[in-house]
Structures are given as structure tokens and as C-alpha cells.
């Protein structure tokens, strides 16, 4: 059985496109038998590819997480269709495939060759227990939960952005959105004390202050040497300069951020 994790909407978007970009008529067909959507989705000739894809969409969005039978095992719905997608790779320039992959990354996931016969595989970029895309989910569902709609925004242009590919957008919206998260934690905490602190890093320090940044961990301390301090200067760099930061160190900012920021949003929620 599999254990590939759920993906995101973007991702499941971009592997469709591609399976109708790539896939004949005939052959579209073959992988709609493959992924039990037969029922679904009508094999006439007279439907064209792009129809039948734009109905394949909107059944895996709504059903994604259904457990299916292939080849390769027991597997949701949507891991099916990432998986036919992956196999159209080889046949695929460049700029075709470059928002797939970027979905795949987002999501925790790389493709890879086979040693002997060269063929791609997925395989998961991250360990099991990160999972990101269920950490995106946790944190949008726990900003909502707060009314933390600023950060909220903030997060989604990150995400947009790195989707689209704009490594300095999205690198600098992450340090919006995690500076404005923390901004708005001390504001729900300490309203009487917040008024008093001018600057997010003095917001920050508040935060450490009052025990709800560890001290003793080195999550946030006075010294500029803490984890907090070391990841804002680490999201300073690159942020608003076109054509400084490539796709490997942007993605592994989202990654960071989206990790802390679920982090911070749990004790809050705990807290309470």
C-alpha cells in the first residue's frame, strides 16, 4: 500500500494539464480505465481531451482522497493521477513541466529516474512525519480559527508565488506573512504591552518576555543569536531582489516557515 500523502490543489491542476497536454485521445482514455473514473467521465471520441480533463479536475478535487486500485497498489485518487502525470515526464519540455514540479516540491515530493531503466518515479523529498501538505492545511484552518486574516493573505501570495515561480515574491511575502503571524500573537496575548512596542522584532521580544517564545530553548533571546533572529535574517536575504534566489532555496523556505508557523499556531491554540 502507498503512503504518499495528499496534494495540494495546484499540484492535482498542473498534473491534469499536463496528462491532456501529453495524452492522445486513445490514450486518455486508458489512463481514465486506470484510475476507475470510467463511470465518471465519458470515453466518446466526439468529447474532446480538454473536456474530458476539465471533468477529470473536478472529480479528483472533490474525491481525491478516495482509495483506488492500480498496478502499483491500493492508492488515493489523487496519487493515481500524480502518478500518470509522472510518467508523461520524459516527453516533456522544460517550461511544460516546470509548474508540476514546482507543485510537487511545495508538496514535499521530488521525481527521480530509476537507475537501470531511467524511468521517473515519485518519491517523497521530505520525511513522513513533516507531511507538508496536511502542515499547510493546519495552518490555514488555525489562521482562520484566530481571525488572523493579514498573515493569511500574506501566506497565500507566498504560496501563489511560489507556484508561479517568482522565487523574490514569494521569499519576501513569507517574511511578511511570519513577522505579521507573530505581530498578531503578541497583540492577541499581550494587548496592554504590545502598545508599547514599535518595531515586529521588539513585538518579538516581548513574545520571549513573556515565555511564549522559549528563552531557554534559544527560540527567541536578547543576543540576536536564537533560532527566531537567525530565520528572519536567513528570510531578509533575497526577499525583494529579482533573480537572487533559486527554486532549491526558495522552496526550503516555505518549508521552514510553514513548519514554525504551525508550530507557534498550535501552542497558541493549546493555550487556550
Same mark, same amino acid.
Given at each position: 500500500?502507498?503512503?504518499?500523502?495528499?496534494?495540494?490543489?495546484?499540484?492535482?491542476?498542473?498534473?491534469?494539464?499536463?496528462?491532456?497536454?501529453?495524452?492522445?485521445?486513445?490514450?486518455?482514455?486508458?489512463?481514465?480505465?486506470?484510475?476507475?473514473?470510467?463511470?465518471?467521465?465519458?470515453?466518446?471520441?466526439? /468529447?474532446?481531451?480538454?473536456?474530458?480533463?476539465?471533468?477529470?479536475?473536478?472529480?479528483?478535487?472533490?474525491?481525491?482522497?478516495?482509495?483506488?486500485?492500480?498496478?502499483?497498489?491500493?492508492?488515493?485518487?489523487?496519487?493515481?493521477?500524480?502518478?500518470?502525470?509522472?510518467?508523461?515526464?520524459?516527453?516533456?519540455?522544460? !517550461?511544460? *513541466?516546470?509548474?508540476?514540479?514546482?507543485?510537487?516540491?511545495?508538496?514535499?515530493?521530488?521525481?527521480?529516474?530509476?537507475?537501470?531503466?531511467?524511468?521517473?518515479?515519485?518519491?517523497?523529498?521530505?520525511?513522513?512525519?513533516? @507531511?507538508?501538505? %496536511?502542515?499547510?492545511?493546519? /495552518?490555514?484552518?488555525?489562521?482562520?480559527?484566530?481571525?488572523?486574516?493579514?498573515?493569511?493573505?500574506?501566506?497565500?501570495?507566498?504560496?501563489?508565488?511560489?507556484? *508561479?515561480?517568482?522565487? %523574490?515574491?514569494? @521569499?519576501?511575502?513569507? *517574511?511578511?506573512?511570519?513577522?505579521?503571524?507573530?505581530?498578531?500573537?503578541?497583540?492577541?496575548? &499581550?494587548?496592554?504591552? /504590545?502598545?508599547?512596542?514599535?518595531?515586529?522584532?521588539?513585538?518579538?521580544?516581548?513574545?520571549?518576555?513573556?515565555?511564549?517564545?522559549?528563552?531557554?530553548? @534559544?527560540?527567541?533571546? !536578547?543576543?540576536?543569536?536564537? &533560532?527566531?533572529?537567525?530565520? &528572519?535574517?536567513?528570510?531578509?536575504?533575497?526577499?525583494?531582489?529579482?533573480?537572487?534566489?533559486?527554486?532549491?532555496?526558495?522552496?526550503?523556505?516555505?518549508?521552514?516557515?510553514?513548519?514554525?508557523?504551525?508550530?507557534?499556531?498550535? *501552542?497558541?491554540?493549546?493555550?487556550?
Amino acid at each position: 500500500m502507498s503512503h504518499i500523502h495528499s496534494f495540494t490543489r495546484p499540484t492535482i491542476l498542473a498534473a491534469i494539464e499536463l496528462l491532456a497536454e501529453k495524452l492522445s485521445q486513445a490514450s486518455f482514455d486508458q489512463m481514465i480505465l486506470r484510475v476507475e473514473l470510467e463511470q465518471e467521465i465519458p470515453q466518446r471520441k466526439e /468529447v474532446s481531451v480538454k473536456s474530458k480533463s476539465t471533468r477529470m479536475a473536478s472529480l479528483v478535487l472533490q474525491s481525491g482522497s478516495q482509495m483506488i486500485n492500480t498496478v502499483d497498489g491500493k492508492m488515493t485518487l489523487a496519487e493515481a493521477v500524480i502518478r500518470e502525470a509522472v510518467k508523461v515526464l520524459p516527453a516533456t519540455n522544460e !517550461t511544460e *513541466r516546470e509548474s508540476f514540479l514546482r507543485g510537487l516540491a511545495r508538496d514535499g515530493y521530488v521525481v527521480a529516474a530509476e537507475e537501470q531503466s531511467g524511468r521517473p518515479y515519485l518519491r517523497a523529498a521530505l520525511p513522513d512525519e513533516i @507531511n507538508l501538505p %496536511a502542515t499547510d492545511d493546519e /495552518v490555514h484552518s488555525l489562521l482562520k480559527y484566530f481571525n488572523f486574516f493579514m498573515p493569511l493573505g500574506h501566506l497565500d501570495q507566498a504560496i501563489d508565488a511560489h507556484t *508561479r515561480g517568482d522565487w %523574490a515574491a514569494a @521569499n519576501a511575502q513569507m *517574511r511578511t506573512f511570519l513577522e505579521g503571524l507573530l505581530d498578531d500573537i503578541a497583540r492577541h496575548e &499581550f494587548p496592554a504591552d /504590545v502598545e508599547n512596542r514599535k518595531t515586529s522584532e521588539n513585538r518579538r521580544t516581548l513574545l520571549a518576555e513573556k515565555g511564549f517564545l522559549s528563552s531557554s530553548r @534559544n527560540e527567541m533571546t !536578547t543576543d540576536g543569536k536564537s &533560532f527566531v533572529s537567525g530565520l &528572519f535574517k536567513m528570510l531578509h536575504s533575497d526577499g525583494s531582489h529579482p533573480g537572487l534566489s533559486d527554486e532549491e532555496h526558495s522552496t526550503f523556505r516555505l518549508h521552514l516557515v510553514l513548519v514554525t508557523s504551525r508550530t507557534v499556531l498550535r *501552542r497558541l491554540y493549546f493555550k487556550h
